[in-house]
Structure formats: structure tokens, C-alpha cells
């Protein structure tokens, strides 16, 4: 829908209400193998705040276009050969009549929330008075995007075809067919006998319904998403006058987001930067596809148990070796899959398969012929360097060894291998099964082709090459800012619930006392008693910031070690949702503290984005 376009189609519009007398039909088709991807985004990526009136004139002059070709009094089919999404959708919708080929790839709906956006381009207002105030939000306000055959099942495409060549011909022959019936020419909400599906607000039900509404979006948004807010408003107001009025309201949310700072971020992250990953614009061009054959997991604890199911899920021979709790490790993939079993997610027989994937054992000769080693024992270098040098030996010919560190640089870790050139670290993040994040670490004698090769198929998902920084410069000091920064927040006797309650506020999905809890607090304990032992070998003393004591205290004295441990900064009851160990009030609470709510929500969100800033300073990608 770039400017070029806005501008053909005015003047298409002009063209057919001149030729109006001696038109039959019209036939919307698309000449690429997608039908339309809609708005320009990287049209919208350049408007600013001010921009607000010429975008709402913008969308106002679309819109006149659309109305002009759908109320000429002709039949108009829309041929969907392909994708529509968005105002590609909504140009689809200018069709009385929807034709699609029939192709599971293809996509119909509106995507505009999940970029910040509303779909103003009359794809509010039809959906609504077509679905019906219940049965259209899931396709506006959560963007739900269906295929061919749904749309049928919708009444929102009328014909499938098996194929592009035929969609031609069935629009000809509908436009034929229509001749001399006006209700052919006509959508359903222009008639004069419409009534909107399920009734309008001012129904009773429909009322009730739309009181408790905004509640519930808020509690899914908190209140940090303008767009599904604003596509709610439409929708409501817009079913309580008529569809040229409607319309308009949706234009008038449309410009202010379109022109908002939040669409913007949210289609450069959402759209641009996601499509680049996914392109592997990060990736060395020349590289081949790595997949490891079989992979071997030193410690089966939460962070090795997570590593195998995530190995194994991808069909890769996993060897999960502990000492003793091996079994137990590969019980969590059990219990991870046997939850998809019962909801029906996963048959039995794929639950089989993948459980076989992992060998659980103690000997390490089980390890014989791995191409991938990865260690995920404690953060003690010394049970590391042991670990690295029995498993090594283990190796495949061309294999390699990695570290799960998340604090230890791998440089340091690398001279107990035999071969430090093969030696990485790959960070997985707690949980394993859910977090889609891969660190690749490079040490100093990394061969940067192991690290190539590495980066192509490391772990469940997004990989990113940090040499070293991103887990010793952001995510560990992020996490220790969040119970104590220079000063500590707990330290400083801020309540736990008003830390953890803003950080929600401020989008962070959990409280970050839970994310120390799941990330386990004996592990920065570790963490703590190998950098005391580190800095004493030099001759130093390590003078710890007052959150490591205070996480020190919590495990050391108070017995607190995190939640696979049994509790931490929070109790979890069996079968019940965890909730904050009552005994931290007593603890570190300090009656008559002063804070400022905005302050603290500054301090969650300004420490990521310093660190943010520093990576990228830093080359890291
Ligand atoms: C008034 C009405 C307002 C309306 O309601 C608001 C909207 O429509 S909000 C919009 C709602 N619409 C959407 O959210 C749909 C967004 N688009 C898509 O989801 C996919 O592109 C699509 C599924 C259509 C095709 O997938 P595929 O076949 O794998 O192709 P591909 O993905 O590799 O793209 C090829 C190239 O085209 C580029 N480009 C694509 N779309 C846009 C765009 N809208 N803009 C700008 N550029 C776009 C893309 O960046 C890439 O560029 P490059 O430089 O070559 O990297």
C-alpha cells in the first residue's frame, strides 16, 4: 500500500465510476504469488508523531477508494490466489465474492495488533459486522490468521478452487451469474434488512459482555499495548453507528498509532529484525547446515535434564551422564512430554521415540562417538575442568566440547581442554524446554569455523555469538541488579511484592526474585565462592556487592537455594501457585523505607538498556 499505490488506486476507482454503464463485474487479482501484503511498513517505519493528520487523510482517501469500487453497483470477486494480510485483507474484503485457492500455505487475516497497529483499512468494521461483536475478536484483537478452508467455514471465502488458472474463469462465470441481482453487488452490512450477528451493545448480553471486556484485555496487556485497547474501542464504537461513521473511527485510532513510537518498535522488532533472523542474516553465507549426530550431556540437573529433552525433541541421540541422578534427569523429559500426552498434543509413540533418544548413565565410555559434548555441571571450575578431561577423550574424530557456563569465561574454562581451539560455550537458558534464546561463547582460542558451524543448529532456537560477554556483562549483572544493584533493592528494604508486582508492570513476564528462584540461587552462590576463590589465588580478596550476600545469606543461612531446591525467594505448595516466602518481610523489609514506584521501574528498565547499549558497543551480535 505504498504511496504509488494509494495513487493507482484512486485513479482505478475514478476509472471505473466513469465507466460505471459499461462494467459487468470487477475482479480484484493479484499478479505475484502472494495476494497482497498490505500496508507499507517501511512506510510506516518513517511517519513521526506529527504526521498524524496526513496519515489520517491517507487512510480516509484508501478507504473512499474501496467504498467507490464495492458500491458501483457490480458485482466485485476478489481472487485470492495467495496470502492476504492485513490491508491485503482488507482489500479482499472490498469483494462481495471471495474466491481462493485452495493452498494450506496460505494465510488470510489481520496481523495489524501484533505490530502495534489496528486494521483501520475497514478490516475492523467488516469483520465485526460480519462476525459479529463475540465471534470477530479473536481474528481482530488477537490477530488469529486462518487459511482457505476456514474462511470458508466463516462465510468469509465462498469458493475454493484447486487451482490459480481456475479462479478466473469462477469469477467470469460468477460475475455471469449475477447479472440482474443487485444483492450480488451489495455487502451484506449495505443491505437494508442488516442486523449485526449477535446484536449490537446495546443487546443485553452483548452488554455484559463488553462491561467486563477492557478488564480482561487489560489483564492480558497490563496495559503496555495500545493497539488491541484501541481495536476494542472501534470495534465497540463502531457497532453503535452507522458503517460510514465506523469507519472513520477506525481511521482516526489507525493515524495515532501508525504514528505512534510503539508501532514502531514493535514492527522493527516484530517484522523487520525477526524476518532478518529468520533470513540468518547473521549467519556466514558459506557455512553448510550443522546438525550433531549424537550429543553428550555431563549433569543431570535442571539445567542438563532441560539440555537433553531439548536435544531430543529435535530426534538427536542424547547421552545424559550423571553420577548418580541420571535416571532422574531424563524422568523430567517424562514428565514434560507425558503433559502433552495428555492434553493430546503428542501421541504415546512419539513420546516413546523421543524418550528413547536419551540414554541415561554414569560411565562416561557411554559417551564414545559423541560429535557434541556439552558440560552443564556446577559453576565450580575445578569439577569442570575434571569433567571436560574425562568426557573429552570421549569425543567423536572432529568433535567438540562445550560449556554451559553462564558466568565462567570460557577462555579460563578452555585451558583444561586438550583441544582449546574445539572448546565453545553454549548457554542455554532456564527453562531449557521454553526459552528460545542459545548463547554462543567463544573463548580466546576458539577456531571461529567451530563457532560457524556451531552457530547454524546449536539449540532450540535464536543463537547469538557473544564472545564471552553477553553472560558475564548482561544477564548475570542484570539479574544480580534486580535483587541488588549497587544498592539492592531487597537490600535497601524495598517489600518484595512491589519489586516483583513492577516489574510486571513494566512487561517483564515474571518478577525478577522468580527468575532468580528458577535460575536457582545456590548457583550464583557458586558463582560468589568461585570468584572469592579466584580473586584469593592472585592474592586478593573479593569484596562481594551487597546482593551476593544477600543471596548468600538466603541460601547459607536461611536454606533457601531456589525452586528445584524447594523454595527460594518464593514457597512452592504442592499443586498451588507459588507465593513470596512470608518471611522475607520480616527479614529485609524496612518499615518506613521511602521509594518512588516510576524510580524503581526505571532501575528494572534502565539497567537492561545500558547493558543493551554496552553489547552492542562491544561487537556483540
Ligand atoms: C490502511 C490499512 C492499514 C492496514 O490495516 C495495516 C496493515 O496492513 S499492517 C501490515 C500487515 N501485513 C503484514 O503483517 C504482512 C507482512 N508480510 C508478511 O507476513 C510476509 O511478507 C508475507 C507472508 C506476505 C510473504 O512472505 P514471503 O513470501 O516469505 O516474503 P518475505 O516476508 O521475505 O517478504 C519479501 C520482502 O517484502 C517485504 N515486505 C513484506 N511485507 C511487507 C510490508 N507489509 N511492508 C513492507 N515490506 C514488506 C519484506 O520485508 C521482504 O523485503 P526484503 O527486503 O526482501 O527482505
Not at 460510514?244 to 493515524?255: G, K, Q, W
Not at 542424547?318 to 503433559?339: F, I, M, N, P, W
Not at 583441544?419 to 524446554?433: C, E, L, Q, T
Request: proline share 5%; net charge positive.
Amino acid at each position: 500500500m505504498c504511496l504509488q499505490w494509494q495513487t493507482d488506486l484512486t485513479q482505478a476507482a475514478e476509472q471505473v465510476l466513469k465507466d460505471k454503464a459499461s462494467i459487468q463485474g470487477i475482479i480484484l487479482a493479484s499478479a505475484k504469488s502472494t495476494f497482497f501484503a498490505g500496508a507499507d511498513l517501511k512506510g510506516v517505519m518513517r511517519s513521526q508523531a506529527s504526521d498524524g493528520p496526513r496519515v489520517f487523510t491517507e487512510i480516509e482517501g484508501i478507504k473512499k477508494a474501496f467504498r467507490t469500487i464495492e458500491t458501483l453497483g457490480v458485482p466485485v470477486v476478489s481472487c485470492l490466489n495467495g496470502t492476504a494480510l492485513g490491508g491485503g485483507w482488507e482489500v479482499a474484503l472490498i469483494g462481495h465474492h471471495r474466491i481462493a485457492t485452495a493452498n494450506p500455505k496460505t494465510q488470510f487475516g489481520l496481523p495489524e495488533v501484533t505490530l502495534g497497529l489496528i486494521p483501520g483499512g475497514g478490516g475492523i468494521t467488516k469483520m465485526t459486522r460480519q462476525l459479529g461483536l463475540l465471534a470477530a475478536q479473536p481474528y481482530v484483537l488477537e490477530s488469529k490468521l486462518f487459511g482457505p478452508e476456514e474462511a470458508q467455514k466463516l462465510g468469509l471465502v465462498h469458493e475454493i478452487v484447486a487451482s490459480d488458472d481456475q479462479l478466473r474463469p469462477r469469477a467470469l462465470a460468477h460475475i455471469a451469474a449475477a447479472q440482474g441481482q443487485p444483492e450480488a453487488a451489495q455487502h451484506l452490512w449495505d443491505r437494508k434488512d442488516y442486523k449485526m450477528p449477535g446484536g449490537t451493545p446495546s443487546n443485553p448480553k452483548i452488554a455484559g459482555m463488553l462491561s467486563v471486556a477492557p478488564a480482561v484485555l487489560k489483564q492480558k496487556t497490563r496495559g503496555l499495548y495500545p493497539a488491541p485497547e484501541a481495536a476494542l474501542a472501534a470495534m465497540v464504537e463502531g457497532a453503535m453507528v452507522d458503517f460510514d461513521t465506523a469507519m472513520r473511527i477506525e481511521s482516526r485510532y489507525l493515524a495515532g498509532l501508525m504514528t505512534s513510537q510503539v508501532a514502531r518498535n514493535m514492527i522493527n522488532t516484530f517484522f523487520f529484525n525477526m524476518n532478518s533472523i529468520k533470513g540468518g542474516q547473521s549467519r556466514p553465507k558459506a557455512a553448510p547446515r550443522y546438525k550433531p549426530q549424537k550429543v553428550g550431556i555431563l549433569g543431570a540437573g535442571m539445567m542438563g535434564s532441560g539440555i537433553a529433552y531439548s536435544q531430543a525433541s529435535r530426534g538427536i541421540a542424547t547421552v545424559l551422564k550423571d553420577r548418580e541422578a541420571a535416571e532422574k534427569g531424563k524422568a523430567y523429559s517424562h514428565k514434560l512430554t507425558q503433559k502433552r500426552v495428555d492434553k493430546g498434543r503428542m501421541t504415546a509413540d512419539k513420546q516413546a521415540a523421543l524418550l528413547s533418544l536419551i540414554q541415561p548413565t554414569a560411565s562416561a565410555s557411554d559417551l564414545k562417538g559423541c560429535d557434541l559434548i556439552i558440560e552443564a555441571v556446577f559453576e565450580n571450575r575445578e569439577l569442570k575442568a575434571k569433567v571436560t578431561q574425562e568426557a573429552e577423550p570421549m569425543l567423536a574424530e572432529g568433535g567438540f566440547f562445550a560449556s554451559n557456563t553462564s558466568t565462567l569465561p570460557i577462555s579460563g574454562l578452555a585451558t583444561a581442554s586438550a583441544n582449546a581451539n574445539k572448546f565453545v560455550g553454549i548457554h542455554f537458558f532456564s527453562p531449557v524446554d521454553k526459552m528460545q534464546l542459545v548463547e554462543i561463547i567463544r573463548g580466546a582460542q576458539t577456531m571461529t569455523r567451530r563457532l560457524r558451524v556451531l552457530r547454524l543448529r546449536a539449540g532450540p532456537g535464536q543463537v547469538a555469538d557473544c564472545g564471552e560477554r553477553l553472560a558475564r556483562f548482561l544477564y548475570q549483572p542484570y539479574l544480580w541488579h534486580l535483587c541488588d544493584g549497587r544498592r539492592g533493592m531487597l537490600g535497601e528494604g524495598i517489600p518484595a511484592p512491589v519489586i516483583e508486582n513492577l516489574a510486571m508492570q513494566v512487561g517483564m513476564p515474571v518478577g525478577p526474585l522468580a527468575v532468580l528462584d528458577e535460575t536457582a540461587l545456590s548457583l550464583s552462590v557458586h558463582v560468589l565462592d568461585q570468584t572469592r576463590e579466584d580473586f584469593a589465588k592472585e592474592g586478593k580478596t573479593y569484596q562481594a556487592t551487597p546482593g551476593e550476600l544477600l543471596v548468600e545469606r538466603m541460601v547459607k543461612e536461611h536454606k533457601r537455594p531456589g525452586r528445584a531446591a524447594g523454595g527460594g525467594f518464593y514457597d512452592y505448595p504442592a499443586g498451588q501457585k507459588k507465593v513470596l516466602w512470608p518471611e522475607l518481610k520480616t527479614r529485609f523489609e524496612k518499615s518506613g523505607v521511602s521509594y518512588s514506584q516510576q524510580d524503581i521501574k526505571d532501575r528494572l528498565l534502565y539497567r537492561q538498556a545500558v547493558e543493551t547499549a554496552r553489547c552492542l558497543q562491544e561487537g556483540v551480535c
